[in-house]
């Protein structure tokens, strides 16, 4: 089925920047489509961001686009988010998933991280 | 505010037959894009519950179930346990942000 396990979430101050990782095992990594969700404290999922299986096609929210960059490394079975500028109302835990096809973000996630916290704070 | 709009919360007594509607509009569900539901267990990550309006993962009860009409989505929980105490997201994709969307999630309350 797969695992995700995502890391660099930290505290960082208002217009700083990240790189969120996240290492895929299970699956066959370069056939599917990668999303980054993310939950505020206390509120609901949002979809940020993916990236098709080829790295060819990327897809933001217009809440981060601009500012975060998604991109893969398919040798290294690995996704990230580059996330810049970043701002109070970032503050998140940050879930990589994997959808369900090779292209995205239509299909649906079905293999989710435990998440990693990003906090925009001075 | 999402663009999909769900009630902040349901209820209902063990053994009973909920529903949490999943209203869009023709940007997004209207539009025929696939809706797709998910579960997240207290101080859990979510997990995929139905994808593609009605299909249920291997190992998801058949007590859950998805629809799909026009410019909304539903899923049906019946023979309601404590367990399925949870928060519920729909999700589709929406045409005019070009990109995904939740919405704002449900909170099953078991009573």
């Known amino acids: 089925e797969g695992q995700l396990l995502e890391s660099g979430g930290g505290l960082v101050q208002p217009g700083g920047s990240l790189r969120l990782s996240c290492a895929a095992s299970g699956f066959t990594f370069s056939s599917f489509a990668m999303s980054w969700v993310r939950q505020a404290p206390g509120k609901g999922l949002e979809w940020v961001s993916s990236v098709s299986g080829s790295g060819g096609s990327t897809y933001y929210a217009d809440s981060v686009k601009g500012r975060f960059t998604i991109s893969r490394d398919n040798s290294k079975k690995t996704v990230y988010l580059q996330v810049q500028s970043l701002r109070a109302e970032d503050t998140a835990v940050y879930y990589c998933a994997k959808d369900r096809a090779f292209i995205a973000p239509y299909y649906g996630m079905d293999v989710w991280g435990q998440g990693t916290t990003v906090t925009v704070s001075s | 505010q999402s663009v999909l709009t769900q009630p902040p919360s349901v209820s209902g007594a063990p053994g009973q037959r909920v529903t949490i509607s999943c209203t869009g509009s023709s940007s997004n569900i209207g539009a025929h894009y696939n809706v797709h539901w998910y579960q997240q267990l207290p101080g859990t990550t979510p997990k995929l519950l139905i994808f593609?309006?009605?299909n249920r993962p291997s190992g998801v009860p058949d007590r859950f179930s998805g629809s799909k009409s026009d410019t909304s989505a539903s899923l049906a929980i019946t023979g309601l346990q404590a367990e399925d105490e949870a928060d519920y997201y729909c999700q589709s994709y929406d045409l005019s942000l070009s990109g995904s969307v939740f919405g704002g999630g449900t909170k099953l309350t078991v009573l």
């Open positions: 593609d309006n009605t």
